[in-house]
């Protein structure tokens, strides 16, 4: 390993993070004027050779370049998982397909770190980068060979790129828009929140042996596969809109519920846990369907709108860490004040959702 100080080491996750966050933001326009699968196998063969110059890596700052772009190609895996389900289902069936992306992107962020610390401790950081490269190639192989192109030219924009990038603009000035973006980005800052606090809230503060806090943390996995079950089943009967403003309404009531048990004490450990059982338990739901009607109401720029969305989320949800970080002070009441106001905001996305979804998109949408 590299001799640095922590904060040295914490800017190979900004810059992850940061790259993440622009390629997502580059690959939804590109894969709209030039097509999803090329922008696919791109961003997946970037991925898989940054994870070897991670693995080669002689210093530090030569980790956050490579962290940087590896993290830039990553980006086309979420955005373009997203579209294509688009693309290629109708919006109820799109709903349920994308439930199970939505697995995928909640239960990675709680999985993630116990899995790398597993093999962090048998094969070092660098055996990491090993085992991500093996994984890129095997995606992009999987993706060469099964995923077809499911936006044809004749579909495409046949203005220029940049042209293709002012759907941001029109995005960004609908409030249905920043209503699914709040209601799925909040849900999401909920939940980095909880990943963020946990260890901290059941281990530090409830004494809860790190076996059970393993459980507990289980358990919310467990919560998000049966909410994204229940999802599929229910969308083709209730269409997204109507679950969105149920899952949001849910949201809101276990966020604050959460709020209120932190603060006050009221119930204890096991009342946190129940209400945590609700709101990470939705932010899957809420992730599906609004990203769903989202793309749907700007088919021409599905790929914009996917990843404007994975955008916000990946950002709302870093903030929420922030936060808690920022409001530590040895009790719950950081993740409670992070989750209650998450909670209020994914409301308020859910109000803006309701209230002007009939609004007609402005054109070129």
């Keep these: 390993g590299f001799s640095v100080s922590p904060g040295a080491a914490q800017r190979t996750l900004t810059s992850f993070m ?17 097509g999803r699968r090329p922008v696919l196998l791109g961003g997946i063969a970037l991925f898989t050779l940054a994870s070897v110059g991670c693995f080669v890596a002689g210093s530090i700052d030569m980790l956050i370049l ?31 397909v994308l439930s199970m992306v939505a697995i995928v992107t909640a239960v990675g962020p709680l999985l993630a770190p116990l899995i790398g610390g597993q093999i962090l401790r048998f094969a070092g950081w660098r055996g990491v980068f090993v085992v991500l490269a093996a994984f890129g190639a095997l995606c992009a192989a999987a993706a060469y060979l099964r995923v077809p192109e499911t936006w044809p030219k004749e579909r495409r924009k046949s203005a220029a790129v940049l042209a293709s990038f002012a759907a941001y603009g029109r995005i960004l000035s609908d409030p249905v828009a920043w209503g699914h973006m709040l209601c799925g980005g909040m849900a999401f800052a909920s939940m980095f929140s909880y990943i963020t606090a946990t260890p901290f809230v059941y281990i530090e503060y409830f004494h809860v042996s790190p076996q059970h806090y393993g459980l507990l943390f289980g358990l919310n996995v467990v919560g998000i596969m049966i909410g994204n079950f229940a999802n599929t089943r229910l969308v083709g009967r209730l269409g997204s809109l109507r679950i969105i403003a149920a899952a949001s309404l849910v949201s809101c009531i276990a966020s604050l519920a959460v709020a209120l048990v932190a603060l006050t004490g009221w119930g204890g450990l096991w009342s946190i846990v129940v209400c945590l059982f609700f709101v990470v338990g939705v ?29 916000m989320q990946l950002a709302l949800g870093a903030l929420a860490s922030v936060a808690i970080g920022a409001l530590a002070d040895g009790t719950p009441f950081a ?8 909670g209020v905001l994914c409301f308020v996305g859910r109000v803006l959702v309701l209230r002007w979804h009939g609004r007609p998109v402005k054109a070129g949408a």
């Design 18 to 34: 940061a790259g993440f966050s622009i390629g997502m933001l580059l690959y939804g326009p590109l894969s709209d004027t030039w």
């Design 66 to 96: 490579v962290r940087f772009l590896q993290a830039l190609g990553a980006g086309a895996a979420s955005v373009l998982a997203r579209a294509i389900a688009r693309d290629a289902h109708e919006p109820t069936d799109a709903a349920k």
């Design 283 to 311: 932010v899957g739901i809420l992730s599906a369907n609004c990203t769903t009607d989202l793309m749907h109401r700007y088919p021409h720029n599905a790929g914009a709108s996917a990843a404007v969305f994975g955008a």
């Design 335 to 342: 993740m409670g004040v992070t989750i209650g106001v998450s």
